[in-house]
């Protein structure tokens, strides 16, 4: 068993004990209350090429990557360096978030907010709503084509939108047939934990045209920036090359001149 089919077997189990204690309609009434969130596409499609930071303590490949942590002080610094929008971890067992973050995040900026977890039901859909999220991270490699499709059926009933990540060509082949908005190419691989730029190069030219791309990981210079935009990238996903500065604004903006 691979770190990428632990975490999603893990993520089943926890859904059980979840779905008991908060029901799925309690989250839609608590979503449907609440005013529409900002839209994540026009964030990051009103610039020449955006970006999606990243609030995360910790991950499998690179251990604890910022501390002391405070996500609400992350997310004031990337926006005030001009950050379009902000992914959150979820996920406690393995990167060290959840909730608590994203409620600290979503009460200190009025940006879009990239709900990123391993997504394999609904509920999860609901509950990002419910935090005022703006859109969810669906990763097409551990989502059979009938589970992403009603996955994608749930985001627009939630007003959300669906951020569908590719890692190869297998997973662009899940997609077809699918109304799929935004694809996030993520440069690393899920089974080795490999990055390389050269995913988004080759990914993109394969994918639906008009879809709002994103490269994620991998992603440390202006350099890479520049690469992901010439290779027909919209906007980049980044998280422990800024989290490991401790000047944040001054990273973003080195990065994205």
Known sequence: MNILDEIVAH??????????????????REALARAAPPDFEAALRAVPMGLVA??????????????????????RAYEA??????????DRKYFGGGEEDFRAVRAAVALPLL??????????????????????????AVLGPSELAALLDACGAARLAALVEVHDEADLLR?????????????????TFQVSLETTVRLIPLAPPGCLFVSESGIATADDVARARSAGAHAVLVGESLLR?????????ALMP
Request: glycine fraction near 4%.
């Open 175 to 191: 997609l077809a047939g699918l109304d799929v908005r935004c694809i996030g190419v993520n440069n690393r691989d899920l089974k």
């Open 81 to 90: 360096a001009g950050t379009r929008a902000i992914s959150v971890l979820m």
């Open 11 to 28: 993520k089943r189990k926890e859904l059980a004990a979840w779905r008991t204690s908060r029901p799925a309609d309690a989250l839609k």
């Open 245 to 253: 500065q401790a000047d944040l604004v001054a990273a973003v903006k």
């Open 115 to 140: 709900y990123k977890e391993f997504v394999v039901d609904e509920w999860q859909v609901w509950h990002a709503a419910s935090l005022g999220a703006s859109a969810v991270l669906l990763i097409a």
């Open 54 to 75: 990243e609030v995360k303590r910790r991950s499998p490949s690179a251990g604890v990557v910022r501390e002391p942590f405070d996500a609400a002080a992350i997310a």
